[in-house]
């Protein structure tokens, strides 16, 4: 059977039903790109978003959020507070910035990436890691709320991005089972990235084609640029010895992470990719679905299994070709972390260089203990669901397992 989004919560069938009545949910909930910059700024009493290398991106997002995504009244209004939740950011810390200029000459001393495809075992590598008191992880409510994180609105901030993104469970039950969302916990850099708008946030969770191809050609330095000036604002308020982050789109984007962060240490994580591979699509058909009355997994399902095949080959022909330094990347097989995981984080902890803490063992052990896999639920999902031919699929990914010595799970 093909996949099929699970079914809405009643309260949300009921909510979106209003737009009904309303002649549609743009009636209800306009996105436009000038009301909302005008709305940022009006709602902030700032004016200065710091450059305009954001625009053309923004612009574009907001148009094919309006045009492709056929978002329900509750996907309007969970479109229009992440965009001006990103504008407000970008005009406070400009602010910040413009108040402290000092915050800009903060160091970012080798970064550690935690970096694979999605649904590789990044997030727990990364929440292992983050168990190390000298490991510094960004947490959720500081990635959405960056521009509030130093100062005394600090704590609202904290309750409103732990309430607001663990409203994803509200809006799909069922998402619990796939992923778990809390503001406390560490979150990845697309959150960051979003400023800039140009992230696989916006890209990865709305049906919008146009804006998804432009996020695959364009350049990304900005982002990355924008990405450091974070971190080195969020470094003010709490500092370990080191920056410890994650995201699978890191993945797509190598070059332009060594461009900024010539010194970055990257974790890389492999999973067989014929579990990957339907995950990923089931966690993006899911979680479109919370905002659009479609969702077009039969068009997704070629695109994230051939982007996937392209990145990891062109990985592996730039860490050889020397484009990518390959002295700097660490690999780590997903089935070793599973199996024995204070042993694989223990050759991780060797191979950068990283003094192995005390008590770290019964931290990690202890920690898995308490979030065992499948503790939510579990999350199903297969290649037959996607139309994916297991064969084809395999072959493509062959070289990719060979290299790195990644075991079939299927």
């Keep these: 059977m093909p996949w099929s989004a699970p079914d809405p919560p009643s309260w949300l069938v009921r909510l979106n039903a ?9 009636e209800l909930v306009p996105l436009d790109a000038d009301g909302l910059v005008a709305s940022a700024r009006r ?44 504008l407000r950011q970008r005009l406070l810390l400009c602010r910040l910035w413009s108040d402290d200029p000092t915050i800009l000459e903060e160091e970012i001393d080798r970064p550690v990436f935690v970096v694979g495809t999605g649904r590789s075992g990044t ?45 994803w469970a509200d809006l799909q039950p069922e998402y619990e089972t796939m992923h778990h969302n809390d503001g406390d916990e560490p979150n990845e850099c697309i959150f960051v990235t979003m400023l800039e708008f140009l992230s696989d946030q916006w890209g990865g969770t709305y049906e919008i084609p146009t804006y998804s191809a ?31 982050l994650k995201a699978p789109s890191h993945l797509a984007q190598l070059r332009t992470l060594f461009a900024v962060y010539p010194d970055a240490r990257v974790v890389l994580i492999h999973r067989d990719p014929l579990k990957t591979v339907p995950s990923t699509i089931s966690l993006m058909g899911t979680i479109r ?14 695109l994230i299994s051939m982007g996937y095949g392209f990145m990891l080959d062109d990985t592996i022909e730039a860490r050889a ?42 931290a990690v ?5 308490a979030r065992p896999k499948g503790g ?21 990914f062959r070289r990719y397992q060979e290299r790195f010595g990644v075991p079939d799970e299927i």
């Design 18 to 26: 209003h737009a009904d009545i309303a002649g549609g949910a743009d």
């Design 43 to 86: 709602s902030t009493g700032l004016d200065d978003f710091g450059g305009d290398s954001w625009r053309p991106h923004f612009g574009l997002l907001v148009q094919s959020l309006r045009i492709e995504a056929d978002l329900t009244l509750a996907g309007r209004v969970v479109a229009r507070a992440e965009l001006l939740r990103a």
């Design 123 to 167: 997030s727990i590598l990364h929440e292992l890691l983050a168990l190390d008191p000298a490991n510094r992880v960004p947490l959720t409510w500081e990635l959405l709320h960056p521009g509030e994180a130093l100062g005394p609105e600090a704590a609202t901030a904290r309750v409103a991005g732990h309430r607001v993104h663990a409203f």
């Design 214 to 244: 432009h996020l695959a050609t364009a350049d990304h330095t900005d982002a990355y640029r924008y990405h450091r000036r974070v971190l080195q604002t969020l470094q003010r308020r709490g500092r370990g010895d080191r920056w410890v």
């Design 289 to 302: 679905s919370m905002r659009s009355r479609e969702v077009h997994v039969d068009a997704l399902a070629p």
């Design 321 to 362: 070709r020397g484009e990518l330094p390959d002295a700097q990347f660490v690999d780590v097989r997903y089935h070793d972390l599973m199996r024995e995981p204070v042993d694989a984080l223990r050759a991780v902890y060797d191979a950068l260089g990283i003094a192995w803490p005390a008590d770290h063992a019964t």
């Design 365 to 369: 052990t202890e920690h898995l203990r």
């Design 376 to 396: 939510r639920g579990e999350h199903g999902y297969s290649l037959d669901e996607m139309d994916l031919d297991p064969v084809a699929e395999r072959a493509r």
